[in-house]
């Protein structure tokens, strides 16, 4: 079992940047595959970003590519996301996820698959 805990948001304008970590309780934090996910108000949550356990492997959505990189440094037992060029629909509480189990190219955007969440860091981009 893992427990998660994100920090890091806060208040940005738009065009800035932010660096949100997820530091996770336990010893077996190797073995977990990660996720950012985020909900922003009225909204349903959707994914951010993946990576692998050993980090080889990373996925971002299409609204974040080329301005958002997940990494994770599994000696300090925990994960990253470096935000830049934030726009205001950026706006939303960042969850960070965790999951021991198999995952696809085809799974790994999938909220269920997670076993694990914190409790989650609210992110706000002013325009």
């Known amino acids: 079992q893992v427990q998660l805990v994100e920090s890091g948001g806060g208040l940005v304008q738009a065009g800035g940047s932010l660096r949100l970590s997820c530091a996770a309780s336990?010893?077996?934090?190797?073995?977990?595959?990660m996720a950012w996910f985020r909900q922003a108000p009225g909204k349903e949550r959707e994914f951010v970003t993946h990576?692998?356990?050993?980090?080889?492997?990373?996925y971002y959505a299409d609204s974040v590519k080329g301005r958002f990189t997940i990494s994770r440094d599994n000696a300090k037992s925990t994960m990253y996301l470096q935000m830049t060029s934030l726009k205001p629909e950026d706006t939303a509480v960042y969850y960070c996820?965790?999951?021991?189990?198999?995952?696809?190219?085809?799974?790994?955007?999938?909220?269920?698959?997670?076993?694990?969440w914190g409790q989650g860091t609210q992110v706000t981009v002013s325009s």
């Open positions: 336990g010893r077996t934090f190797s073995s977990y595959a």
């Open positions: 996820a965790a999951t021991r189990g198999a995952w696809t190219v085809g799974t790994r955007t999938t909220s269920t698959i997670y076993n694990y």
């Open positions: 990576i692998s356990w050993s980090g080889g492997s990373t």
